[in-house]
């Protein structure tokens, strides 16, 4: 009977050791769930801040607007007149012209229906500048384009400026992603000698 009260003493002690060993690693842990085998601990984030690129983006675009335009339309009839005008006169020129004074003089004859084209197209230009000179002036509205370039800015998340505090120091790191409310530390520790 001693022998089973004995051993009931050394299982008590034994059990009592084991459950004093598990709370002191859990104590040692905290809350973080940290054992000190796997070297990572959780440490709470005290700040996180957005960190932004600003981008330029140059897009051409096409801008139009109305505007107001004077012109002079001629009347046809001016330039008909005119062409009518030149081509009597281009007709005369081609007949030939007389050289000399008196009974000796010599008539030269020319090629008629160049002269006769050539006056049309010259009176008819004289025809035109004038019937647009005394033409009314009038308004009207045209549309005109031009091709630009548009800029714009545009922001850029990069990533995150995180504060953490760990030990008692704070710590402050870049990531990708926000972190949430804790952060993944990796704990080294390394003995001073």
Sequence with gaps: MIKIHILRKQ???IGLSACLLGVSAQVAAGDSG???????DYA???SVTPIYNDIQVVEPRTQCWDQTVAYQQPSPAGTIIGGLIGAAVGRDAARGYRHGWGRHGHYHSGNKGAGMVAG?????MIGNAVSRGSAPVQYGTEQRCQVVDQVSTRRELVGYDVNYQYNGQ???I???QHPGDRIRVRVDVTPVL
């Design 120 to 124: 049309a197209a010259v009176g008819a």
């Design 44 to 46: 709470p984030v005290t």
């Design 170 to 172: 704070i710590f402050l």
């Design 11 to 13: 299982l008590g002690l």
């Design 174 to 176: 870049r990531t990708n």
């Design 34 to 40: 940290y054992y000190p085998n796997d070297g990572y």
